[in-house]
């Protein structure tokens, strides 16, 4: 079956092939090519019909914010681009049409306060049958990990068993995101948490079946589908189950498992310039703990909201929008 249904549909073809040669994914450009050769197709197109108002109305079609209006818009130029190299047109019609502007990214931060109440919430769910209690136990403590200490939630549910040493009250993290390998210690609570998780694997008879060390009772690996259900339902049971919300130009985001990491970096650089010092000369450090590749990638906390001022914003941008 083909992908595409317009009379763009074999130059649409080689152009992904061309991409693929090049080396580059090429999923989120199928997606958007999709997009476009449905309206081409609904607007019964021709080469005539491609001049900058209709690459506009086509714009305004997309029921998307404008961050992914202006990815699929980058990736039609491109194709059009790809166009004039085969000489199949002369000049790029979206090429003088200014991108739309981003809407600013408020991401969800818990305060140490709400970190506490959802780990406890955690540990109050786990179900005591012997098919969940495995698997709810393994999570808990991949939300301490990401809690306590800013790991990815790939990071923990790729954590080895030989990964943790206890006498260390240390863990290894091997080949993350940005491919670096880091040693990093943990607080008393997280290897009490770990330490209690292997002797309930001891009872479920775990005879180092796995090497990981988060898995469920199975013994299959704890997934991250596993790790969502878990985090709606305890996030529903404490009452901060909050929707993403839209407001002018600004996107509220809702608590997900990556806010807790977010929130471990927000909340140390907080409570280091609460103790009188530089959070500034802490990035260095907080960046290797967190495995970031360049401590600039770990500025960008320096700029994101605590709860409080996140939660005074919010309530601002909804206040000015009622009146409007």
Request: positive net charge.
């Amino acid at each position: 079956m083909k992908r595409f249904k317009s009379f763009l549909n074999e130059q649409m073809e080689d152009f992904i092939e061309y991409r693929l040669q090049l080396g580059y994914s090429v999923g989120n450009m199928v997606h958007y090519l999709k997009i476009f050769d449905r309206y081409v197709v609904g607007k019964k197109s021709t080469w005539t019909s491609f001049n900058p108002l209709f690459f506009l109305e086509f714009r305004t079609s997309i029921h998307y914010e404008n961050r992914s209006k202006n990815m699929g818009f980058r990736m039609v130029k491109m194709f059009f681009n790809f166009l004039i190299r085969k000489d199949l047109i002369q000049e790029n019609p979206l090429l003088e049409i200014a991108q739309l502007p981003k809407n600013q990214i408020v991401p969800f931060i818990f305060s140490p306060e709400e970190t506490d109440l959802l780990l406890n919430g955690v540990i109050k769910l786990i179900r005591r049958t012997e098919q969940s209690y495995l698997g709810d136990f393994s999570a808990y403590i991949s939300f301490l990990l990401m809690a306590r200490c800013g790991l990815r939630i790939s990071e923990t549910l790729n954590l080895l068993k030989t990964n943790y040493m206890p006498e260390e009250r240390t863990i290894y993290i091997k080949e993350t995101k940005f491919k670096k390998d880091r040693l990093i210690p943990i607080p008393k609570a997280v290897v009490t948490g770990i330490n209690n998780l292997l002797n309930v694997r001891q009872l479920f008879l775990d005879k180092e079946a796995n090497p990981l060390l988060l898995v469920k009772g199975n013994q299959t690996k704890l997934s991250k589908n596993y790790m969502y259900l878990r985090f709606k339902k305890v996030i529903k049971y404490i009452n901060l189950d909050q929707p993403r919300k839209v407001i002018g130009t600004t996107n509220f985001c809702g608590p997900s498992n990556h806010s807790l990491r977010h929130s471990f970096a927000v909340n140390t650089l907080k409570r280091i310039k609460l103790q009188g010092k530089s959070p500034q000369n802490a990035l260095p450090v907080l960046a290797t703990y967190m495995g970031h590749s360049e401590y600039r990638y770990t500025t960008k906390y320096l700029k994101v909201l605590d709860a409080e001022h996140r939660r005074q914003m919010f309530d601002f941008s909804m206040s000015m929008n009622e009146g409007l």
